[in-house]
């Protein structure tokens, strides 16, 4: 037995002395996962890029529709332009208290059906004419002010 200043070993030192080893064990199983992980995970640089373009190419199979009627659904909406092309997803806004705001996004599956729905301008949808244009994108800080808006 290995004797210490205070003395012997005790029980309850040698259960500290094990757990310590099974933390220990166990930080380095994490250690290398999060090492094995690492290498597939891209910088974050490269992630906001990737993202960025993912979203332009949405964009560019996206359309805007407005003057969409408040009782609306997505289904309807898919329904009224899934001849067009695969329609992806359907996006009706609404604002903070959940009230539809009267325009929707529509994604369709390829490039070639925003062309295809634009001939659906002015198209009546539940007694209304929706405006079909294809989904512009914000570039940050393009329409920024000048000056100080004195004037």
Known sequence: EQLTRWGPPT????AM????EEMEQEAEKLKKMQDEVGDHVPDSEQTAEQQQAASDEID???IYVGNVDYSATPEELHEH???VGTVNRVTILCDKFRNPKGYAYIEFAEKEAVETSLSLNESVFKGRPLKVTAKRTNIFGFNRGRGRGRG
């Open 11 to 14: 029980a309850e030192f040698e």
């Open 17 to 20: 002395k094990s757990k310590l």
């Open 60 to 62: 560019m199979r996206s």
């Open 81 to 83: 332009f899934h001849h």
